[in-house]
């Protein structure tokens, strides 16, 4: 069975900080990329941060330079590390895990972000 579990979320005031996990079970995880999403729309989520199987990391523009992601391929780990937080970051937040060599895709169930100003 496979799992994605999110935790981390919370409230935060503006310029603060959150760190956000995701533990992983069922899937070979170093073989898969991993993204975290937010809602941009009732009915869309888009990326805020991705990081491949190789360990190359990128980023939606409106959080470059303020969002980390990384991963533990050990403990089959990912995080996102959110500084200088703002109040339009507020939001639930996905972990995905995908792998387009076997059109795989899994999603955990979200984390709340609420950041207040």
């Known amino acids: 069975q496979v799992q994605l579990v999110e935790s981390g979320g919370g409230s935060v005031q503006s310029g603060g900080s959150l760190r956000l996990s995701c533990a992983v079970s069922g899937i070979p995880f170093s073989l898969f990329d991993m993204d975290w999403y937010r809602h941009t729309s009732a009915s869309q989520r888009d990326s805020v941060a991705t990081i491949t199987s190789s360990g190359m990391t990128s980023y939606a523009a409106d959080v470059q330079g303020r969002f980390t992601i990384s991963r533990d391929n050990a403990k089959n780990m990912v995080y996102l590390q959110m500084d200088s937080l703002k109040p339009e970051d507020t939001n639930v937040y996905y972990c995905?895990?995908?792998?387009?060599?076997?059109?795989?895709?899994?999603w955990g169930q979200g984390t709340q972000v609420n950041v207040s100003s």
């Open positions: 995905n895990a995908n792998r387009q060599a076997t059109w795989q895709e899994y």
